[in-house]
């Protein structure tokens, strides 16, 4: 592989060089500068590269001026979601809508779905709850937002909203309206309800517990997940039988059953009094016989287990 | 995969790597923006291209840029972020008649590349993903660090010229200067562009592409017209002026710089290979030619080959970014199908290198390379300003000023990097919002 | 050692503190600490190169026409110098300024202070490119080498001739100690800015900035890493053959290496470098809030750091360069050159005892 033959061969430094990158006083190379360093001599030839030095200097500082002055004025452009394909990539926008759900994850990471009425788009913010909590625009589960982040698309995760700055989720509270259970129909889906009832049912499962509660107008399942449950800490209070609550979330359908999703779980008040006789609930016989039927199901270890940890609570006090 | 989808893979493979080759050889122009082109194109026809093709394609168009781009950087000067280094040395081969061999050696380092890639499996199925966990969660200050290396390895360009302290001081800063200028400037200039959409909406996924053309393809060719340089005649050797040794010790520091390359977001293969150059004590001109073509291989290459290993998945690089949106590989067929396709891209845009590097050489000695560079910016101008429109000519044009203060004021190139790197740390760091705040960019 | 391996082993050596580890974490504060080991790690000499060296003014300047090169003429302006610390006792600085001769090309000349004969020598060599790549049939034809005799006796302590060629020369110092001239070659590096004490000083700024800002329970980590990163570049340093002024200002004298091995020793800096990242991977790992992996400290030891180590050394003894590297090519030209003009001096005081012999016989 090693070649001989083709020895580095000196140019000729003094044809190679043009008179111009010579100082006229001692001879010496003095390349672009437009002083000679060694005798001070002016080089008056150099005008061509002097004129792009102070042009790229111009165009640097003063386009950035301009750019930094268009960027400021500009403000993100508001896009339906069903507008969003593969060319958006890295586009930053804003998106208004209404959001269908929250979820939190590790110490500081919140992602929420928004729903402008012509598709659904995942926000996320890889860090900013807790400033979103300092500034109080967590949103919640029928409020209204408008969103600025930018679009991020891939094949594996779909398309979502980056939110790099947390101050730029504006949160519309929804309106939440004190409702009885027969007003929880299909023809209010979406709509935020508050509902106060009596624990009926609460059917545990391994994907969380599915209660059904009561007043005096009828019944409606309220499924809370266990991803709801981890959140709040004395989760055991709102899903004992016969306990009376107070639940805020979104009328919804699941395999054409009606439910409320709740916003919050944290949210939810248990009632200290007896208010609803349970004897006016409509079904309500029916109700406790199933309710029996699955507490006869449950598994000796998860009763076992219930029993210890009744046992061990009231040996804590 | 079915034997007609194999044959559809090779077939694309044979075709992004001659359309690639092809495309390579336009100074200034660069695979991302053909990328994004040829992007548009299936976007508008997509019986052009059978699905299952789409990642062979690309990454055959990769490979053969990666090979054969280096032939313009080095003859006619427009080089992109990751040549940015290797454009001086293979300047100076061109005026020993030597450019031909300098081609060559960057060709030989490419395939060395694709060795090292074939080789370096195990190590990115089984120790990478190790790797890659503690980087992601270390991220903002390993940037960091490459950004203060960037800065303080930096060293005057001589000793002073002057008489007095301050005089000397000042005379040997002033490159200095003129490097943390760019560095600022880029700086700014990346907190803007990843912040705003300046260019049509649907043209997002190509918003930064005006910005990287002006750094470093436009402020490249401006740089080479106002500069006198005649063409001496070119040697086309048989041979060339390396041994095994030589090119052991190229392709271990270019694998090496290439490999951080990879893995660091917004470092590139330049920067990459000359952190490697120090850290393997390499001197030679031949070992840095050689160490840059590997490290620009691995660098683009590399880092898309990342996203196709199923432990890791790693999301690097530009192709990354731009084929994220439309396809997800999941198994191991898939990495090998792409290696394949590597090897065979690889192969056929080495061996392209010999004619291509005969006629550019034959072009630049009977043309007026001054001409070639002019069409050249008339073709840049033309794809900016068809994808992106005059919002996108305007950042081109402050980026290019931007570019033009290494050039004229004698620093480093590297530094225009700041345009992606500044951003990125302060964000992975959690100050991204307090900076826009600051700037009225919120 | 180099820029580079300095600034690793800052870094390293700061990731062997647990909680700036947990600092540093995304899933802690997400804190740039372990980035100070690095910036202080290379802080020694970006204080020599980029601030000291322009306040060492020189009283001497070798700034040779590229245009009329006199070799001679530069051996006594470096002779003058040395025979002014000599006869006045004063410390003498002489700046050798590199021969530009275009864009890219200069011309090489080496420097030799030759104790045995206590004469300077300098020799003008080929022209290099900025790679230091030498163009061949490019030396002077004639008058290649200047000597000049010194009046003191003078004491070489750097141990090679020097090189200059691309960018900036050397400056060197002559003191007069005793009954000799001591030459001192980069009389402003490794000196105040390779001091412990310095380090301590520029540690304790960081630890008063960062406990205003990141409070008085953390600003204590800052100070320590960067003191880490800094002492670490002054004790690799000693490893070389210029030591350093370790406890400037008390002691302003620069102590001498203990010369294991040259401060550009490819391998030795890459063995260092891959420690450092090595060891530092290990440290992000072990001290990270949930481990990536779980080899334990010896297994790791034995099979990331030691075996690759000796595979790569095996491979640079069986493979690597045969010939003596450590010189530089510059060197090895003006060693040919030296000898050629030995072998013509020779040849002519062999004509000249000739010719007497030839005279008296014709006598």
Redesign the interface.
Known sequence: ???KT?P??C?DPQK?L?DEVLCPGCGKFVG?YEKC??CGTEMKKRI??IF??R???????G??A???F???K?K??L?HVSDI?????????EIKGMVESVRTKGKDQIEFDVDDGTGSIKAQAF??RA?MKKLGNIPRAGDQVSVIGS?Q????YGTSLMI?????VKVTPAKCEKVTIDKVTIENKGKLVEVTGEIVIADKKDIGTFLTIGDTTGMVEVPLFKSDLQRVKDNDRFTTVGKEIVVIGTVDEYKGKIQIKVRDADEIVTLPGDTIPSKNIPGYAEAARKEKEIESKMSPNMKNAENIAENQEIMAY | MDSMAALQILIYTILGTIIGGILSMVPALHIFNVSGIA??IW?RWPFLMPEVALPAFFMAMLVAWANINTIPSMFIGAPDEAAVFVV??GQ?YM??G?GY?ASILTGVGSLGAIVMMVLLTPFLYYTLP??K??R??????IM??FI??ML??E????????KT?WE??T???AN?ISGLTTFA?SA??GF?IL????VP?????Q?IMPVFVGLFAVAGI?QNL?S?QAV?PQ?E?????????L??KGIFAGTIGGGLASIIPAVTGGIGGI?AG????????RI?VISQGVSKTIYYVGAFLLFFVPTLML?RGGMT?IL?????PYTNQEYFMILSVIMISGALSFLMMFPLTRWTIRLITHVDYHIILWIALAIVFVIVYGLTGWMGM??M??S???G??P????SRKSNCMAVLLVWMVL????H??AI??F???? | M????H?LSG?ALGSFIPAAVRM????GE??????LG??FG?MPD?LD???G???S?ADYDVDADPNRLDPQKMAEQIGRAMDDAWETGRYVKI?L??IRISV?LWRQYVVKFDGEKNEIVVIINEIV?????SYVGSAPKTNRVGRCRVKGKMLETHGKPSVVDI???P?FGFIKKGGVVEVEFLPWHRTWSHSFVLGFILSAAVWLIASLIAGWDKGWLYGLVSFLGYSIHITEDLTGHMGGSLLWPFQKDRTNGLCLFKA????A??SV?YLAVTVL?FN??RF?PKP??TLGTWEYLLYVIAIPLIIYGLIGKF???KKDVDKKEGEISAEKALASQQQSSNEEMLYDAEDAVVGDVQR
């Open positions: 592989m090693q070649e083709q580095t061969i140019p190679a043009l672009a360093p060694y061509s590269i792009f030095k042009a790229a200097l111009v165009i640097a500082f386009g950035l301009l750019l930094w268009t960027a400021v500009m993100p452009p896009i394909n593969a060319r958006y990539n890295n586009a930053v926008v860090r900013g400033e679009v698309l891939t094949e594996k790099n700055i947390p101050e730029k | 992007l548009l976007f001086l040395p100076k005026l020993q030597r061999e190790f790797i966990n503690i992601s969660q270390n991220l903002a200050w960091l660090l203060i290396y303080m390895s060293w005057p360009k001589g000793s002073g010229m002057g302290v000397r001081f005379w040997a800063w200095l400037l700014f200039l803007i912040n705003r959409t300046m909406l649907d043209m997002s996924f918003g401006i106002v006198h001496p040697h050797s048989k041979s060339i002026d390396v041994d095994y040794r090119l052991g952190i120090a850290a393997t004590g390499q001197r030679d001109d840095f999301s970014i994220k949106p439309l396809f997800t305007f950042l044009g402050v290019t000023g931007i033009l203060i050039a004229f004021y004698h964000s992975q760091g959690g991204g919002p826009l705040k700037f009225r960019l919120d | 180099k820029g580079l391996t600034f870094v540093a974490n995304s899933t997400n804190s740039y600490i372990l980035a690095g910036l290379i970006t190169f980029k601030v060296q322009f306040f003014g700046q300024y590199p890219d490119n900025t790679s230091q790549a960018m900036s020369g400056q550009s020793a490819a391998h800096n890459f470098d991977l992000l790992n990270a990536f992996f493979f690597g360069e």
